[in-house]
């Protein structure tokens, strides 16, 4: 029940095109939902995130969707390029807890 | 660059030995986790210290040891290792732990068991 599913495993995208990763929970005591991207031999880095009272946000090129009926929430990086080439974890946090629940990851290729 | 410092940053060992891995968070924050990434396990929360104390515990084994010291660097023990137990390490620091900080991570520690 405190696990994070996370779809695709991998992801190759044309440059200019729209990434999309999506995440799954069934823990409704989570209540904060980060987006991490780690490049190879680096620690993962916060990306963007969402608490569950809202539906959407955005920052430049990504936005998070989220669906608490459904309890799934999906991360959008629109006109990939390829820098954004890297692994993308989504994440889950109890409330009151700091431990981060993790994703399996998502390895994204975006093709020049 | 993340502001959490680790060393060392590779580390090659054998079966049996035990090893050190230390961990200085972000200069003001006051909690530290420790993180295992692995091929078949993903990234899995350890442990959590706050301000010199354990607060959270996740799937750390008992062979795995933790601990904050008063300047605030965590070192994280691993004995009697295996070769599952091969992955990388990662320390993450924020302000005070609660749920909706930022977690910083550090570069890793890779640990290599043969």
């Known amino acids: 029940q405190q696990q994070v599913k996370q779809s695709p495993q991998s992801l190759i995208v044309q440059k200019g095109g729209i990434s999309i990763i999506n995440c799954a929970y069934e823990n409704t005591a989570f209540d904060y939902f980060p987006w991490y991207q780690q490049f190879p031999g680096k620690g993962p880095a916060l990306l963007i995130a969402i608490r569950p009272d809202v539906s959407e946000k955005k920052e430049g090129r990504f936005t998070i969707s989220f669906n608490k009926s459904a309890k799934q929430f999906s991360l959008h990086i629109m006109d990939s390029q390829p820098g954004d080439s890297a692994t993308y974890f989504c994440a889950a946090r109890i409330g009151g807890l700091g431990k981060l629940i993790f994703g399996q990851g998502t390895e994204l290729s975006v093709k020049p | 660059d993340s502001g959490v410092t680790q060393t060392p940053k590779h580390l090659i060992t054998a079966t049996g030995q035990r090893v050190t891995l230390r961990c200085s968070p972000r200069s003001g924050d006051l909690s530290v986790y420790w993180y295992q990434q692995s091929l078949d396990q993903g990234l899995q929360f350890l442990i959590q210290?706050?301000?010199?104390?354990?607060?959270a515990k996740g799937n750390i084994l008992e062979r795995f040891s933790a601990q904050q010291f008063p300047d605030l660097h965590s070192e994280l023990n691993l004995s009697s290792l295996e070769l599952g137990d091969s992955a990388l390490y990662f320390c993450?620091?924020?302000?005070?732990?609660?749920?909706?900080?930022?977690?910083?991570f550090g570069p890793g520690t890779r640990l290599l068991v043969l």
């Open positions: 993450a620091s924020s302000v005070v732990g609660g749920s909706s900080e930022t977690q910083y």
């Open positions: 210290y706050y301000n010199g104390e354990e607060r």
